[in-house]
């Protein structure tokens, strides 16, 4: 698996895409729904993934589904058990619907063997979710200013023949680049906007980064932490 690929799979959720719900002894649990998850590999295998229901084990005495599911990609093959509780009609408890209670038992499972290849793993990590979320370096040095803004500012970022490279070898990919700009769009950031925020971060414009600076803009675009003006 290339580290491109490693970057999508394990960026943070966005905000809006995290759940939450009760959990055993009063806690609460965060989650992502199913379609987050296979949008996610969407993005990390350009839709070049297969998903495969392998057993479904209905336990009508003990009220639940079972399902073992597998996923791969990338001669990748992961694995994972996902459950469903039986719904009943709540007066004569007759079984409602049984289908859609298959449907969750293997979304269930699609999430868990996700989880192997990175995707959500932090929502399972309870010290993890406490963490405050990754920041770029310019962030770790000095206190930013309180600005979300990605708004370009005067001056200028510097002519491209002027922008300081990243180290030989090590410039971003294109297919980084495509994503970076994808995403950009997709947060309604303009072009010139993501060059600017990246001027003022990591001292270079988009086609200047290097690989782990593409790769911690990548991650901070999935999570909803560069925002358009």
């Not at 992502?32 to 479904?56: C, K, M, P, Y």
């Not at 336990?59 to 039986?86: C, F, L, M, P, T």
């Not at 300081?164 to 010139?192: F, M």
């Amino acid at each position: 698996m290339d580290e491109n690929t490693r970057t999508i799979l394990t960026a943070p959720f966005r905000t809006n895409q995290i759940k939450q719900r009760p959990g055993s002894f009063g806690a609460t649990l965060s989650y992502v729904e199913g379609s987050a998850v296979v949008e996610r590999l969407n993005q990390a295998f350009d839709h070049s993934w297969n998903f495969e229901v392998i057993t479904v084990d209905i336990n009508v005495d003990a009220g639940e589904v079972i399902a073992h599911v597998r996923i791969a990609a990338d001669g990748i093959i992961k694995e994972g058990y996902g459950s469903s509780q039986i719904t009943r009609h709540r007066d004569s408890g007759e079984i409602v619907d049984l289908g859609s209670n298959i449907k969750a038992a293997c979304t269930d499972g699609l999430k868990k063997a996700a989880t192997l290849l990175g995707v959500g793993l932090n929502l399972y990590q309870t010290e993890a979710a406490e963490e405050p979320l990754p920041q770029s370096r310019a962030q770790h040095s000095e206190p930013p200013p309180a600005r979300q803004s990605t708004t370009p500012r005067q001056p200028s970022a510097p002519h491209p023949s002027q922008q300081p490279a990243a180290p030989s070898g090590n410039r971003l990919t294109a297919k980084q680049k495509s994503l970076i700009l994808k995403l950009a769009v997709e947060a309604g950031i303009s072009h010139t906007q993501i060059s600017q925020y990246c001027q003022e971060v990591y001292g270079r414009t988009v086609d200047f980064l290097s690989k782990a600076d593409a790769s911690k803009l990548i991650e901070n675009l999935f999570s909803g932490q560069v925002k358009a003006a």
